[in-house]
Structure formats: C-alpha cells, structure tokens
C-alpha cells in the first residue's frame, strides 16, 4: 500500500504548525522544547516520504542529521531545566533572559 506525497505533507504540516503553536506559546522551557520537537519531526517525515516517493536513500540520510540535532537540543534543554530548578525552582521561559550571571 503506496502512501502518497500529499499525504505526508500535509500531515507533516500539521504537526509542524503544532510545534510552532507550542513553541510560539512560551509557556515554560518544556512546552517549548516539545514544540521544536515536533517541528524536527515533521520536517524528518517530509524527508522521508519525498525519498519513498522518489525511489533516493537521501532523506533517510538527513534524518539520520535530524535525530542527532534532536537529541543535541534535548540535552541542552534538559540541561536548561536542571539549572533552573536548582537556581530559581522555575521552568518559566521568561526567567532567562539572561545568558550568565545570577537571574
């Protein structure tokens, strides 16, 4: 059963407007890093059904590149909840506003 182009974009769009809403929001550094997230796996999805749909190994090779910035953003995000718990007991995305330096 052959999926077609279409499809998979426009699923992909969608998922891509939902990061962008979430990411947009700002509600706390979680929501924001779930909302990129999203908008890395939906660009992931187009690279991969334009490879199917196009008979190329290339997209599954920038997928590869996405998962490894995916998980390089969710270090440095876990990593941005960690100090902001231990410095201020806060995950709101407005408290860094600051790069260094006591908040």
């Not at 908008?39 to 196009?54: I, K, P, Q, R, Y």
């Amino acid at each position: 059963m052959n999926i077609p182009l279409s499809h998979v974009l426009a699923v992909a769009a969608g998922l891509f407007v939902i990061g962008g809403v979430m990411a947009a929001a700002r509600r706390s550094i979680l929501m924001i890093l779930i909302g990129v997230e999203f908008m890395l796996t939906a660009g992931s999805l187009v690279f991969v059904g334009a490879a199917l749909a196009w008979g190329s190994l290339d997209g599954q090779a920038a997928v590869i590149i996405v998962m490894g910035l995916a998980s390089a953003e969710a270090a440095l995000g876990l990593a941005l909840l960690v100090h902001g718990r231990r410095s201020g007991g806060t995950v709101d995305a407005d408290g860094y506003n600051r790069l260094g330096g006591d908040a």
